[in-house]
């Protein structure tokens, strides 16, 4: 939760001056080069077929959804963007209880019909200008990020629980970044970096700390229910909306300070009753 609150919030003032498909192909390869190590060294054996193309495929959809989430997070503001592809939970407790066997209970319900509804105000915008109909792609953006990527968790602990872990994992990672590099080595799409040693300095401890952060989460799917690890760990916006306060000074209306904190609180209530 924490990593990937401060990486949320990190990517968001990169991707103010940088390219979104360079920011997530060259923060995610700096972030693996630790698991490739691990996985050579602790996971020696190459996965199944059926394992190698399940994580191929995750690894095709992670690689899409974080693409789609950083351009979210360059058109609008990341403390409406956060809590709205938070809401991946939704989806991945939703997916639980159908495909996995989980059981919901009314309580858990009543919070996903608080996040819903949060998701609702913050997505209010007066289309008057080019900012708000930026503002309100960004949001849709992010909400289709948040449903895909909601069910590829689904993917992922199935991953997560076969003798492989960390090779699948792996695999996963390198399907992402390959998914990402035509995107980001297409022509026209120029990096704007000022700084660039600071950019990359930037970029690794972004790619460290979003690439830890997810491979923890992996770790908890692999011990623990889609349900109960899911929340807590998209409870990262809290942290995200209060570095944007802080540092970025982004300011938004009344209506979608409301739904931003039915979208936390939902998530935690998910997270305290799971």
Same mark, same amino acid.
């Given at each position: 939760m924490l990593g990937f609150g401060v990486a949320d919030y990190l990517a968001k003032?990169?991707?103010t001056k940088a390219n979104v498909?360079?920011? @997530? #192909?060259?923060?995610q390869g700096i972030g693996s080069l630790l698991f490739v190590v691990a996985a050579f060294a602790y996971d020696r054996m190459f996965p199944s077929v059926a394992l190698f193309s399940?994580?191929?495929?995750?690894?095709?959809?992670?690689?899409?959804?974080?693409?789609?989430?950083?351009? @979210? #997070?360059s058109l609008g503001k990341a403390s409406l963007v956060a809590p709205v592809f938070s809401c991946l939970t939704v989806v991945a407790v939703a997916l639980s209880f159908l495909v996995l066997g989980e059981t919901l209970t009314d309580l858990q319900l009543s919070a996903i019909t608080i996040v819903f509804l949060g998701v609702v105000l913050v997505a209010l915008e007066r289309?008057?200008?080019g900012a708000e109909r930026s503002r309100t792609l960004s949001l849709l953006l992010a909400l289709s990020a948040a449903v895909i990527g909601g069910a590829n968790l689904i993917l992922q602990k199935w991953i997560a629980e076969s003798g492989h872990y960390l090779m699948g994992f792996l695999i996963?990672?390198?399907?992402?970044a390959a998914f990402m590099t035509p995107l980001a080595l297409a022509p026209g799409r120029e990096t704007r970096l000022v700084e660039v040693s600071q950019s990359w300095l930037k970029l690794a401890l972004l790619g460290l700390l979003d690439v830890s952060a997810f491979f923890a989460w992996y770790l908890g799917l692999r011990v623990g229910l889609v349900s109960i690890v899911t929340p807590i760990?998209?409870?990262?916006?809290?942290?995200?909306v209060v570095l944007a306060h802080l540092f970025l000074k982004e300011r938004v209306r009344l209506h979608q300070r409301i739904g931003i904190?039915?979208?936390?609180?939902g998530i935690v209530l998910l997270?305290?009753?799971s």
């Open positions: 003032t990169l991707l498909f360079r920011t @997530a #192909l060259i923060s399940l994580a191929l495929f995750s690894g095709l959809i992670s690689g899409a959804v974080l693409c789609g989430y950083y351009g @979210a #997070l289309n008057t200008g996963t990672r390198i399907s992402s760990a998209t409870s990262s916006p809290a942290v995200t904190v039915a979208i936390i609180s997270s305290a009753i």
